[in-house]
């Protein structure tokens, strides 16, 4: 299943003029980042790793000037940015799930620089709060050196979750992991500490939890009283 995606279209090596493009975006970032988000975090990430060192330093610049919403100065970084497309050849990056799995697939296409660009000038395209938060996440990728899969993820989220449902409701995946009722809306520190509590010891193997998958359902049980804490 398709979580998200987006195409960046771009001048072929061999072209005189170095051009760049958006094409097709579908890109949910509701709750905030969502898989929108972390699809463009992935996409900068793995692509500045290839990109000049001497040139790095501008990406940061454009990426200031979009989370700030100033107009950006064209050609950037010997890249003319344009919405026609005729004569560019295109790369698709998308986010994909199976079960509650995530794998990202990057296009081959074009240079590293354009894809980062490309996914800067669709950060653009987001509106004000959502583009601010997201450039925040996305400086955060660029520090990131290993691989693009869940251990990426939980570092974006700022904890240990990683799954689908964890991306695409991360209260709502809280609530759930820590045993509230269907339909929980309100819950109070003394709530979720109790249900902490109360989960961790059926967990723990030495209440009778499978000690093949504590350790997994203990983290889940912290990064879920994690999120739950810093939204009441």
Known sequence: MILAEFEVWHSRPIAPTRRLALGLMHLPVDPVPGFGGVLLA?????????????????????????????????????????????????????????GDSITFEFGTGGTALQQVLGSIYV????????????????????????????????????????SISAVADPRAWALETLGFPSGTVKVTKKDVMAKYRESLRVAHPDHGGNEDNAS?????????????????
Do not use: C
């Not at 497309?85 to 799930?97: D, Q």
């Not at 997201?134 to 993820?153: C, I, Q």
């Open 42 to 98: 992935a996409v900068l990430s793995v692509h500045v790793r290839e990109v000049d060192d001497d040139v790095v330093a501008d990406v940061h610049r454009l990426l200031n000037e979009v989370e700030r919403g100033q107009r950006v100065v064209q050609p950037r970084l010997r890249h003319r940015f344009q919405a026609d497309r005729h004569g560019l050849a295109v790369s698709v990056h998308r986010l994909s799930g199976e």
């Open 216 to 232: 997994n359902a203990i983290r889940d049980l912290t990064e879920a009283r994690r999120v739950l804490l810093e939204t009441l």
């Open 123 to 162: 950060l653009e395209r987001l509106e004000g709060n959502t583009r601010r938060e997201l450039a925040r996440l996305m400086r955060k990728a660029m520090s990131w050196r290993g691989p693009l899969g869940s251990s990426f993820v939980a570092y974006l989220m700022g904890g240990h979750a990683s």
